[in-house]
């Protein structure tokens, strides 16, 4: 099946600083990398994705960038505020699969004031 | 926004009973997920559900588990005999037109089994 690596696991950045972090995919045929934040306690809420035909995408503070070559997608986020703080999980297709998702084992994100 | 929601928001048990976890999906949506998060950890997939029947299930769906879909809204998760293992996040999902679409996850149930 799809193995996905996520690195950092955690991360401390000063307010305005940019974070970034990464992931790398094992399965060549996946086409659609969403990021997810997760806030201590609540649910994982989606941030950004990006499909395969595309190699960055953008949405404010935030943006993603695939290399397809590689096997990576990254995630970019500027200025960051404390309320960024929250694990960040980024996830691929499974191998073989049209109806779910691998997860990485998330990243710890502190964005210190 | 139309969201996923989940009850009961957290369900004590004991080891050996039975739980069932309800959901109800966003009404447009036609796939939908169960996953878990071991406290700390990242979220598993457990199977997912398309036209009425089981799409795709993982190794941690074992025959102790079971999903249905009763009626038009309600998707629910069944632990026939809980293990202290099965202490857990259990999150619902679902998404328009399959995983290429956005997942939209419920607030989770916290399931701990003593």
């Known amino acids: 099946g799809e193995n996905v690596e996520q690195h950092p696991s955690t991360l401390s950045v000063q307010e305005g600083d940019s974070a970034v972090i990464k992931c790398t995919y094992s399965d060549s045929a996946s086409n659609y990398f969403p990021w997810y934040k997760q806030e201590l306690g609540k649910r994982p809420q989606l941030i950004i994705d990006i499909r395969s035909n595309v190699g960055e995408k953008k949405d404010q503070r935030i943006a993603v960038t695939l290399n397809k070559t590689a096997k990576h997608f990254s995630l970019h986020i500027t200025e960051t505020q404390p309320e960024d703080s929250a694990v960040y999980f980024c996830?691929?297709?499974?191998?073989?699969?049209?109806?779910?998702?691998?997860f990485g084992s998330g990243t710890q994100l502190t964005v210190l004031p | 926004e139309p969201e996923v929601t989940q009850t009961p928001s957290h369900q004590v048990t004991q080891m050996g009973q039975e739980v069932i976890l309800r959901c109800v999906p966003i009404?447009?949506?036609?796939?939908f997920y169960w996953y878990r998060q071991i406290l700390g950890q990242k979220v598993e997939f457990l199977v997912s559900f398309y036209n009425n029947e089981i799409s795709e299930k993982s190794e941690i769906f074992d025959d102790q588990f079971s999903v249905e879909r009763p009626d038009g809204s309600n998707f629910t998760l069944k632990i026939r005999s809980t293990k202290l293992e099965d202490s857990a996040m259990y999150f619902c999902?679902?998404?328009?037109?399959?995983?290429?679409?956005?997942?939209?996850f419920g607030n989770g149930t916290r399931l701990t089994v003593t």
């Open positions: 996830a691929a297709p499974s191998s073989g699969s049209a109806r779910q998702l691998t």
């Open positions: 999902a679902s998404s328009e037109t399959g995983f290429r679409s956005p997942l939209h």
């Open positions: 009404s447009n949506h036609l796939y």
